[in-house]
């Protein structure tokens, strides 16, 4: 697609509304938004980042110049949203659509509900039909530009995949599309089996390993065991994609490129929330 020169920068800002919200599990909610906007949202990438932009407490967006058309570059509405005072401005928070029909304006987002519940936990639990939100996501009119992709594998033919819940869409997206003949190991990171929303999508001759949240080591056991796994294999055939909580995915990844050697262009990591604190940039 010929990219529409005029548009400053690869996303743009939809105006959505929510159409549905349906209950996957016990804390994982399907919202699925739509906007005759979203026609022009680019289904380019499998663990595409998003922002949701929540409505302010009473509703509507706080004024830094989102909706202007065509949607200014970030280094305008974000500086300017950074200006505001906190408790004036729209949250924002990072997500990957679990599926994107660009023909008819919808983009389904799975929300998992955290403990104690953030602010995007919080709308998603009471979104109703007809609230209204907005979305920064890739415009096709600009053509393929990779901003906002994390997953690059290359030639390689065996990877790793480590997920939390807030990863989940991402990864689940990633194994439905993986070339025939390359293997995936999928470490799934779960509080609990009922959330489990990611092992059922990993068949044969792929690998699904649940690991439990409360044991401390065990996603570095897992990694250790998968790289002591693939030690024989040439390094260009290995590809590593990590998700999840910020400080976690940073972790692995230092273990990874560190102790076990794998070069970094060849280990992608992805935070999509922070421990303690919101993950807004």
Same mark, same amino acid.
């Not at 990072?94 to 995007?120: F, K």
């Not at 972790?251 to 922070?274: C, H, M, N």
């Given at each position: 697609?010929?990219?529409?020169?005029?548009?400053?920068?690869?996303?743009?800002?939809?105006?959505?509304?929510?159409?549905?919200?349906?209950?996957?599990?016990?804390?994982?909610?399907?919202?699925?938004?739509?906007?005759?906007?979203?026609? /022009?949202?680019?289904?380019?990438?499998?663990?595409?980042?998003?922002?949701?932009?929540?409505?302010?407490?009473?509703?509507?967006?706080?004024?830094?110049?989102?909706?202007?058309?065509?949607?200014?570059?970030?280094?305008?509405?974000?500086?300017?949203?950074?200006?505001?005072?906190?408790?004036?401005? /729209?949250?924002?928070?990072?997500?990957?659509?679990?599926?994107?029909?660009?023909?008819?304006?919808?983009?389904?987002?799975?929300?998992?509900?955290?403990?104690?519940?953030?602010?995007?936990?919080?709308?998603?639990?009471?979104?109703?039909?007809?609230?209204?939100?907005?979305?920064?996501?890739?415009?096709?009119?600009?053509?393929?530009?990779?901003?906002?992709?994390?997953?690059?594998?290359?030639?390689?033919?065996?990877?790793?995949?480590?997920?939390?819940?807030?990863?989940?869409?991402?990864?689940? /997206?990633?194994?439905?599309?993986?070339?025939?003949?390359?293997?995936?190991?999928?470490?799934?990171?779960?509080?609990?089996?009922?959330?489990?929303?990611?092992?059922?999508?990993?068949?044969?001759?792929?690998?699904?390993?649940?690991?439990?949240?409360?044991?401390?080591?065990?996603?570095?056991?897992?990694?250790?065991?998968?790289?002591?796994?693939?030690?024989?294999?040439?390094?260009?055939?290995?590809?590593?994609?990590?998700?999840?909580?910020?400080?976690?995915?940073?972790?692995?990844?230092?273990?990874?490129?560190?102790?076990?050697?794998?070069?970094?262009?060849?280990?992608?990591?992805?935070?999509?929330?922070?421990?303690?604190?919101?993950?807004?940039?």
């Amino acid at each position: 697609m010929t990219a529409t020169l005029d548009r400053p920068w690869a996303y743009s800002a939809f105006e959505v509304e929510v159409t549905g919200s349906v209950r996957l599990s016990p804390r994982f909610v399907r919202i699925t938004l739509r906007g005759e906007a979203l026609r /022009n949202f680019a289904p380019w990438g499998l663990d595409q980042r998003i922002k949701l932009v929540l409505p302010l407490p009473g509703g509507g967006l706080a004024d830094f110049g989102l909706l202007e058309e065509p949607t200014p570059h970030p280094s305008d509405w974000y500086s300017r949203w950074k200006e505001l005072d906190e408790g004036e401005r /729209n949250v924002l928070r990072t997500y990957t659509p679990a599926a994107i029909r660009s023909d008819a304006g919808e983009i389904d987002v799975d929300v998992y509900l955290h403990t104690p519940a953030g602010p995007a936990s919080a709308w998603t639990a009471s979104a109703r039909p007809g609230d209204r939100l907005v979305v920064t996501g890739p415009d096709r009119r600009m053509g393929w530009t990779g901003y906002g992709l994390h997953w690059h594998p290359g030639s390689a033919r065996r990877v790793l995949l480590v997920a939390d819940e807030t990863a989940y869409p991402a990864a689940r /997206n990633i194994v439905s599309a993986l070339d025939d003949g390359v293997v995936a190991d999928v470490v799934v990171d779960a509080a609990t089996p009922d959330d489990d929303l990611l092992s059922p999508y990993v068949g044969a001759p792929h690998r699904a390993v649940r690991v439990e949240r409360e044991d401390s080591g065990a996603l570095e056991r897992a990694v250790i065991q998968w790289a002591t796994a693939t030690a024989e294999l040439p390094r260009e055939d290995l590809y590593v994609w990590l998700a999840g909580e910020s400080g976690t995915v940073t972790s692995l990844r230092r273990l990874l490129t560190g102790r076990l050697d794998i070069p970094k262009e060849q280990v992608a990591f992805l935070g999509y929330w922070r421990q303690g604190g919101p993950l807004v940039g």
